[in-house]
């Protein structure tokens, strides 16, 4: 079952010629067709994926590959441009929009050969942590149809663990891979700011705070997509035993308290394995920064609406809304709001002179129906919109790197997930450390009974 081997099990296979790309991609392309109408994970397939997968024959027969990622299926979150597929991003806004061009990590991907089998879904402009929208409606969790991925990666999220593709290039603004992964027994990599560069997309609605990055079964997976992607970064420490800060909560915000105990688990491991844990609150205080955070997302709606023509009669009336508020920002307003983003980036970075890793769980709730945008109550608390996500939007406000990996299944056999975080251009140190964890705790034969 090709699906269930690992990139690099997978490259060696297309190298040797045990299986060809376009074999791989017609067997992906055969699951699709078959599981995902219970899960609308993607909302398009690549017209040119065939043509890709044979340009990737020629090159391995003839022994020149350009990479371990040449012949590899790789499904682009519908926030991202891909050529001549259209580019919907979950609003009626762009229904008819179709790029000439790949948006930067896009044509990189294509330049590294890997197979752009096509796009899956996001919620509308990817600015909710669930996956609807009013083009393509919603996307199921294959450990549990009933339930969300979460999101906004919720579709990339969703393909990768129903095995539908091999790996999925997603974004994340406040936590939108790394949730994901969290409800589907994935890895998840937010980068660093800056180590991914973006380009030739759509405008960016949350500042420089949305970055790209992959969602992977493995560690292994997820490094070979971020190197062909990334920039170089500084010199990292090596992993050695680090000093590592379990946050559990954050000030009086609910937690599941599964999740509480599943996050202890996974720091009894890590401390098993050498390095110094220890237990407090985060060293920082982030309210401000969230507040500027989702301000400066307003604003920016705002302007997208003076832009688009259409936008107030093809949004939806909550997006609508929010632009209307962010109208009504000064520049002086967004000028001090983006000054509360530096002076929080330089107090993060202070305290990372202090500890090496800041580990919390991942989300704050399980999975919840899809009928719903966000769950209403945590642990007996009635919580907002942002209610399960409280532990992910801090770090995309300072730019660094976090990494979401999977921790034990709860009773019900459903994934969770936690979260390192690490000093900025740390990221491969991070990856580091979850490949550590991964071999001590393994996770990689979890599958939903759906993807058989």
Request: with cysteine; charged share 20%; aromatic share 8%.
């Amino acid at each position: 079952m090709p699906h269930r081997r690992s990139i690099g099990r997978l490259a060696a296979d297309l190298r040797d010629g045990a299986l060809s790309a376009r074999a791989l991609l017609d067997h992906y392309l055969e699951r699709i067709e078959r599981i995902d109408p219970g899960l609308n994970a993607f909302v398009y397939i690549d017209p040119d994926a065939v043509a890709g997968a044979e340009a990737s024959d020629a090159r391995l027969r003839a022994g020149r590959p350009l990479g371990p990622l040449d012949g590899i299926p790789v499904s682009i979150k519908d926030n991202l441009l891909l050529r001549n597929c259209p580019a919907v991003w979950g609003s009626p806004l762009y229904v008819d929009y179709i790029p000439d061009h790949d948006e930067a990590p896009v044509a990189k991907l294509r330049a590294a050969g890997a197979v752009l089998i096509g796009k899956t879904n996001t919620p509308e402009f990817s600015l909710r942590g669930f996956t609807d929208n009013p083009v393509f409606g919603v996307t199921r969790n294959p450990w549990n149809p009933a339930l969300t991925p979460g999101g906004s990666s919720g579709g990339a999220a969703a393909a990768v663990a129903a095995g539908l593709c091999a790996i999925a290039l997603g974004t994340d603004g406040g936590g939108s891979i790394r949730r994901p992964a969290a409800h589907t027994g994935l890895v998840g990599l937010k980068p660093g700011l800056g180590r991914i560069q973006r380009g030739d997309g759509f405008p960016p609605l949350m500042f420089d705070c949305e970055v790209v990055g992959p969602l992977a079964r493995t560690v292994a997976d997820a490094r070979a997509m971020f190197q062909a992607l990334s920039a170089h970064g500084r010199v990292c420490r090596a992993l050695e035993p680090l000093d590592i800060l379990v946050v559990e909560r954050f000030d009086d915000a609910p937690v599941e308290p599964m999740l509480v105990e599943r996050c202890r688990n996974v720091a009894r491991r890590l401390e098993s394995l050498g390095h110094r844990v220890t237990f407090g609150p985060l060293p920082f205080d982030i309210n401000d920064a969230m507040l500027a955070w989702q301000a400066l997302t307003s604003a920016s709606l705002a302007w997208l609406a003076e832009q688009e023509p259409r936008f107030i009669e093809a949004a939806s009336s909550e997006f609508v809304d929010q632009a209307r508020g962010g109208r009504n920002l000064s520049a002086a307003d967004y000028v001090a709001m983006t000054q509360v983003l530096y002076d929080f980036r330089s107090v993060v970075a202070h305290a990372f002179a202090k500890t090496d890793v800041i580990m919390t769980p991942c989300t704050a709730a399980q999975p919840w129906t899809v009928d719903r945008p966000y769950p209403p109550m945590i642990d007996g608390q009635s919580v907002g919109p942002r209610g399960h996500a409280v532990y992910t939007a801090w770090v995309n406000a300072c730019g660094h790197p976090a990494v979401a990996a999977p921790g034990l299944p709860d009773d019900a056999g459903l994934p969770t997930g936690v979260q390192w975080v690490a000093a900025r251009d740390c990221d491969e140190l991070l990856l580091d450390l979850a490949e550590a964890y991964e071999a001590a705790q393994p996770w990689a034969d979890r599958w939903p009974s759906l993807s058989a």
